[in-house]
């Protein structure tokens, strides 16, 4: 290995290891292809080594990069703690969170709260990404997730701050067109906007005893809000969180003894960067924020105090 060994590739190599192609690891580090590849050659070129094969479908890893992997993402995890340490000893609450969450949870839910939160902390500027996608805290593409699911990674902190109630609902202008189901059998004469490529619809409605197929929707996205935005137009009975049904009052609840399991929310953060005094402070703001604003039958309207420095569509 050359003794002048170029640290600062490292993340570039993890990047393409999880993306699988240099332009997905351009992407998640916001650079160019070409200064990409550039630096997998060169720390190639420091190995003495090839870390990936050139395919036709983009980089496989080879032996050697996979085991290289593991010490990798320690010294990264180190790194970006130790980054973390030294801009909390310079401003205790300042600097930028990066939060994920769901489109419905960005759109509907976080809005209102993250607007408190600026007024509660005004010395911290929010990143919000926007995805359905489980965020990879272990590489930092976030700082603080919002995710209806539990993470497995044993070095990420999850805590479950509430639940999620659902409802199959329709505009009033669809209702007064097609009629009102009165019991879940209706539904199936009735226009449904349902999901693409997840079956989650088809798994319930079989649930209930009523087998249906992609067919019976009559429109398939896995856009939640391109669903949501068909829901208010007319266009069919659809499903979605409560928070979401109450933003528009031509939107109606409907059938409700449909049992739908409520989805639990979990607010997740990486093990090492939970005492970070920015990240703790975002991190208690939403976990006390999230289960009032779920509460609230209507419009958000909560008193929070800063926290103290401590330890379907949804």
Not at 58 to 74: F, I, N, S, V, Y
Not at 108 to 126: S, V
Request: aromatic residues 4%; neutral net charge.
């Amino acid at each position: 290995m050359n003794s002048s060994f170029d640290w600062g590739l490292l993340p570039t190599f993890l990047a393409a290891l999880d993306r699988g192609s240099l332009l997905g690891a351009a992407k998640q580090l916001g650079i160019s292809q070409p200064t990409a590849g550039r630096h997998i050659a060169d720390l190639e070129a420091q190995l003495g080594k090839a870390l990936f094969e050139r395919t036709g479908r983009g980089l496989k890893a080879t032996a050697l990069a996979l085991e290289l992997a593991g010490p990798a993402r320690a010294m990264q995890t180190g790194a970006l703690a130790l980054a973390d340490r030294l801009l909390d000893t310079q401003s205790q609450q300042a600097g930028t969170v990066r939060l994920t969450a769901s489109q419905p949870v960005a759109c509907f839910l976080l809005p209102p709260i993250l607007a408190q939160l600026r007024q509660a902390l005004p010395a911290i500027q929010i990143e919000l990404e926007v995805s359905n996608q489980v965020s990879n805290l272990l590489q930092r593409e976030a700082d603080i997730a919002v995710r209806m699911v539990r993470p497995e990674q044993a070095s990420l902190v999850a805590k479950r701050i509430a639940d999620v109630s659902l409802s199959a609902c329709a505009s009033a202008a669809y209702l007064a067109r097609c009629g009102t189901p009165q019991q879940p059998a209706d539904l199936l004469r009735h226009e449904l906007v349902g999901y693409d490529q997840q079956d989650d619809m088809l798994r319930g409605f079989a649930a209930l005893g009523h087998p249906v197929t992609r067919e019976h929707f009559a429109l398939r996205t896995d856009d939640l809000i391109a669903a949501w935005e068909a829901v208010r137009a007319g266009l069919g009975v659809g499903f979605a969180a409560n928070y979401v049904i109450r933003t528009d009052p031509a939107v109606q609840r409907i059938l409700p003894m449909l049992p739908l399991p409520s989805l639990p929310v979990w607010l997740t953060v990486h093990r090492e960067i939970r005492n970070s005094a920015r990240i703790r402070a975002v991190y208690d703001f939403l976990a006390q924020a999230i289960p009032v604003a779920l509460e609230a039958p209507t419009a958000i309207n909560m008193s929070l105090e800063a926290p103290h420095d401590k330890p379907g569509m949804v």
